[in-house]
């Protein structure tokens, strides 16, 4: 499900459009089958790789992105950012076998890199991609290394460094037809499913349809050689009671293998027990398959969760909490009057939580990191402003006016709490635009205090005017008048523009007490956080509300 194939593929199947897939190994039509030999010193850096090629493929603009989309998803969640496995791709008719995986110092290693012209030893390649933004962050898991892993073809040709780079000779392009793929890793697990995930959803654009011809991989210090990929599918035995248990049914073993084919996978009733087994075969584009639990899942999902019964709880005494109650109508207001929820990291750096927001630091507010790996996370925020803005800054390119909030907790420290410091929800706002958005705020503000029942203060409801003075000259609040809230105008916060700004008060209970500020930011803080429109910002603690 991590690319458009995937989810066509198991859409297609799920709704009965096509059957599960008979994904195959199909030898070369000459017979002679392309190789890799694996020499003993890579088990010093990256000691495992596999291989498959996939003939004839029709390659479009749209697949083809889809086909370099789906490498990198792959890289940053099941391959660990590379550590685990690294994916090389590679056009078959620029290069020529049998390849060789080799470990050699930086300094023999020589190549033009992908999409470069100048040729460089693996010392070089390392200086030039320091400070790349995409390859910089992978350049550690070798760097420090005496060897350097490297694939060769029969003509000493570079193929890939990996998990770094692949060489520019053979790139793949849209023209190309015949497509080898490398896998080098260090769990063998990983590089099993990288290789199938590969595989499987690309051999459906191969003039045989999800036949992929395989690799023989030769690597006798270490007993690995083996023919890769593995495309044999897994069998497990699973109870038809405990499907039926655990999701409230009482569905027959062939109605159950009935659900389970929708889900890509073979089940018939067991030969051993037929009305109380069933036996699953499960593909290797499945590998999210792990145990019986994941069948029952799939069996739910086949079934209709909601079409499952309802199923009584009586033993547990659990509830929400009311804060989190008081927050979800907040979120559900400022999204019905159409803000969109963002949801920044909770760390941020001293300076974007103070300097950048014209405050001062006085050492008693927030909490410090005592060893924070970089400069971007370096305190608990006790603000919620700090994200919205990072968030407008890194969404500069979308059209203006922008509209977000969060509702989410900020810390500060506490010296009477058991821990020295407690959360304190809080909820905030953003406008971005080309005009300051002040009286959207303000709306948005009027809108989520109706919603939580607090009434907007008059004069002659609740604020008494000095004596001998106009009633709109200075106002203080009068304890015997009803709840609500009222504002009023602030000079000493230097995040706002002076003379745009309001302190929001409230009364609850007969208590009065200033729970947050809105405004139009200074051009300063603006500037600090690179933002050339102006922004209007609303923050308010809601536990005082409950």
Same mark, same amino acid.
């Given at each position: 499900?991590?690319?458009?194939?995937?989810?066509?593929l +198991?859409?297609?199947i799920?709704?009965?459009?096509?059957?599960?897939?008979?994904?195959?190994?199909?030898?070369?039509?000459?017979?002679?089958?392309?190789?890799i030999?694996?020499?003993?010193?890579?088990?010093?850096?990256?000691?495992?790789?596999?291989?498959?090629?996939?003939?004839?493929?029709k390659?479009?603009?749209?697949?083809?992105?889809s086909?370099?989309?789906?490498?990198?998803?792959? *890289?940053?969640?099941?391959?660990? $950012?590379?550590?685990?496995?690294a994916?090389?791709?590679?056009d078959?008719?620029? /290069?020529? !076998?049998?390849?060789?995986?080799?470990?050699?110092?930086?300094?023999?290693?020589?190549f033009?890199?992908?999409? $470069?012209?100048k040729?460089?030893?693996g010392?070089?390649?390392?200086?030039?991609?320091?400070? @790349?933004?995409h390859?910089?962050?992978?350049?550690?898991?070798?760097?420090?290394?005496?060897?350097?892993?490297?694939?060769?073809?029969?003509?000493? &040709?570079?193929?890939?460094?990996?998990?770094?780079?692949? #060489?520019?000779?053979?790139?793949?392009t849209?023209?190309?037809?015949?497509v080898?793929?490398?896998c080098?890793?260090? =769990?063998?697990?990983k590089?099993?499913?990288?290789?199938? +995930?590969?595989?499987? +959803?690309?051999?459906?654009?191969?003039?045989?349809?999800?036949?992929?011809?395989?690799?023989?991989?030769?690597?006798?210090?270490?007993?690995?050689?083996?023919?890769?990929?593995?495309?044999t599918?897994?069998t497990?035995?699973?109870e038809?009671?405990?499907?039926n !248990?655990?999701?409230?049914?009482?569905?027959?073993?062939?109605?159950i293998?009935?659900?389970?084919?929708?889900?890509?996978?073979?089940?018939?009733?067991?030969?051993? %027990?037929?009305?109380?087994? /069933?036996?699953?075969?499960?593909?290797?584009?499945?590998?999210?398959?792990?145990?019986?639990?994941?069948?029952?899942? @799939?069996?739910?999902?086949a079934?209709?969760?909601?079409?499952?019964?309802?199923?009584?709880?009586?033993?547990t005494?659990?509830?929400?909490?009311?804060?989190?109650?008081?927050?979800? /109508?907040?979120?559900?207001?400022?999204?019905?009057?159409?803000?969109?929820?963002?949801?920044?990291?909770?760390?941020?750096?001293? =300076?974007?939580?103070?300097?950048?927001?014209?405050?001062k630091?006085?050492?008693?507010?927030?909490?410090?990191?005592?060893?924070?790996?970089?400069?971007?996370?370096?305190?608990?925020r006790?603000?919620l402003?700090?994200?919205?803005?990072?968030?407008?800054r890194?969404?500069?390119? *979308?059209?203006?006016?922008?509209? /977000?909030?969060?509702t989410?907790?900020?810390?500060?420290?506490?010296?009477a709490?058991e821990?020295r410091?407690?959360?304190e929800?809080?909820?905030?706002?953003?406008?971005?635009?080309?005009?300051? !958005?002040?009286?959207?705020?303000?709306?948005?503000?009027?809108?989520? +205090?109706?919603?939580?029942?607090?009434?907007?203060i008059? *004069?002659?409801?609740?604020?008494?005017?000095?004596?001998?003075?106009?009633? %709109?000259?200075?106002?203080t609040?009068?304890p015997?008048?009803? %709840?609500?809230?009222?504002?009023?105008?602030?000079?000493?916060?230097?995040?706002?523009f002076? #003379?745009?700004?309001?302190?929001?008060?409230?009364?609850?209970?007969?208590?009065?007490?200033? &729970?947050?500020?809105?405004?139009?930011?200074?051009?300063?803080?603006?500037?600090?956080?690179?933002?050339?429109?102006?922004?209007?910002?609303?923050?308010?603690?809601?536990?005082?509300?409950l």
């Open positions: 499900m991590l690319c458009f194939e995937g989810i066509a +198991m859409l297609n799920f709704r009965g459009k096509q059957p599960t897939p008979n994904f195959r190994l199909a030898q070369p039509a000459n017979g002679n089958i392309h190789t030999t694996v020499f003993e010193d890579t088990t010093k850096v990256r000691p495992l790789i596999a291989g498959a090629i996939l003939r004839n493929v390659f479009t603009k749209k697949n083809y992105e086909f370099i989309g789906l490498q990198d998803k792959l *890289h940053q969640n099941l391959a660990r $950012q590379r550590t685990l496995v994916i090389g791709t590679h078959l008719d620029t /290069i020529k !076998g049998p390849f060789t995986y080799e470990a050699r110092p930086p300094q023999d290693i020589s033009v890199p992908l999409n $470069q012209t040729k460089m030893n010392e070089e390649l390392m200086a030039f991609y320091e400070k @790349d933004r390859l910089g962050r992978y350049l550690h898991i070798i760097k420090d290394k005496p060897l350097y892993p490297v694939i060769y073809d029969a003509n000493r &040709v570079v193929c890939s460094l990996p998990p770094i780079i692949n #060489g520019d000779h053979s790139k793949i849209l023209n190309s037809k015949n080898f793929i490398e080098t890793a260090t =769990d063998q697990t590089l099993e499913i990288v290789l199938n +995930m590969m595989v499987t +959803m690309f051999s459906v654009y191969a003039a045989e349809q999800f036949a992929v011809e395989p690799v023989k991989v030769i690597s006798d210090h270490n007993g690995q050689t083996r023919i890769t990929p593995h495309l599918s897994r497990d035995t699973v038809v009671d405990y499907l !248990g655990c999701l409230g049914l009482s569905e027959s073993a062939e109605s293998c009935k659900l389970l084919t929708k889900m890509a996978v073979t089940a018939r009733p067991s030969s051993k %027990d037929p009305q109380g087994l /069933i036996d699953v075969t499960i593909p290797p584009m499945r590998a999210d398959i792990l145990q019986r639990c994941d069948i029952m899942e @799939d069996v739910g999902i079934y209709g969760f909601n079409r499952l019964p309802r199923m009584s709880v009586t033993k005494v659990g509830a929400p909490l009311s804060l989190n109650k008081l927050a979800d /109508i907040v979120r559900l207001e400022c999204g019905m009057a159409g803000w969109s929820e963002v949801m920044p990291l909770i760390l941020c750096s001293h =300076d974007e939580n103070f300097a950048w927001l014209n405050r630091d006085d050492g008693k507010t927030a909490v410090r990191l005592a060893n924070p790996k970089t400069a971007e996370y370096q305190i608990v006790t603000s402003i700090p994200g919205l803005l990072k968030t407008l890194e969404n500069k390119s *979308h059209s203006v006016p922008v509209k /977000i909030f969060e989410s907790d900020v810390v500060y420290k506490d010296a709490a821990r410091a407690r959360n929800r809080h909820w905030a706002a953003a406008w971005y635009g080309k005009a300051s !958005g002040f009286e959207e705020v303000h709306g948005l503000l009027d809108r989520v +205090m109706a919603m939580l029942r607090q009434a907007f008059t *004069h002659e409801e609740g604020l008494a005017a000095a004596p001998g003075k106009a009633v %709109d000259f200075d106002v609040p009068v015997t008048k009803r %709840d609500g809230y009222w504002l009023e105008p602030v000079d000493d916060e230097p995040t706002f002076p #003379g745009r700004a309001a302190a929001v008060h409230v009364r609850v209970g007969g208590k009065t007490r200033r &729970v947050g500020e809105f405004g139009i930011l200074h051009p300063s803080v603006l500037d600090n956080f690179e933002l050339r429109y102006p922004v209007s910002t609303l923050e308010l603690n809601l536990e005082v509300f």
